[in-house]
């Protein structure tokens, strides 16, 4: 399977970074006391949870998301394999097929809990 990028984002490595770094700034906004961050890029987890300098592509994403986490009281980032992440690649293809621009909180639309 070929994945298709935006233009603006490099690889598939840089939109998961992305990705967390949009989740955290979300639970800022929504001040929510704690935020569970799942991936499954496992090298970017593990730059998350690091102390050492990052020197990669994604260094500027890491570096944000570390610094707005001081801003929430509970932050977990957690490796999770691909197989176990099909419920949020069902719900990313149907919000972009379907044009939807939504965040779910607490609940899950019928075409992710089959």
């Known amino acids: ?5 935006h233009e603006n984002i490099s690889s ?3 939109s ?3 990705a967390c770094l949009q989740a955290i700034r979300l639970g800022i906004n929504l001040r929510l006391l704690m935020v569970k961050i799942e991936g499954d890029t496992r090298s970017v987890i593990r ?3 690091t ?3 990052n020197r990669s592509e994604i260094e500027a994403y890491i570096e944000d998301s570390k610094r707005l986490c001081t801003r929430i009281c509970s932050f977990f980032f957690r490796f999770t394999h691909k197989e176990s992440n099909r419920v949020a690649h069902t719900l990313a293809t149907e919000g972009l097929k379907r044009g939807e621009n939504t965040y779910l909180i607490n609940g899950v639309p019928p075409c992710a809990a089959e």
């Open 1 to 5: 399977m070929r994945t298709i990028l």
């Open 12 to 14: 598939v490595f840089t």
């Open 16 to 18: 998961e970074a992305m």
């Open 47 to 49: 730059k998350l949870l």
């Open 51 to 53: 102390e050492e300098e």
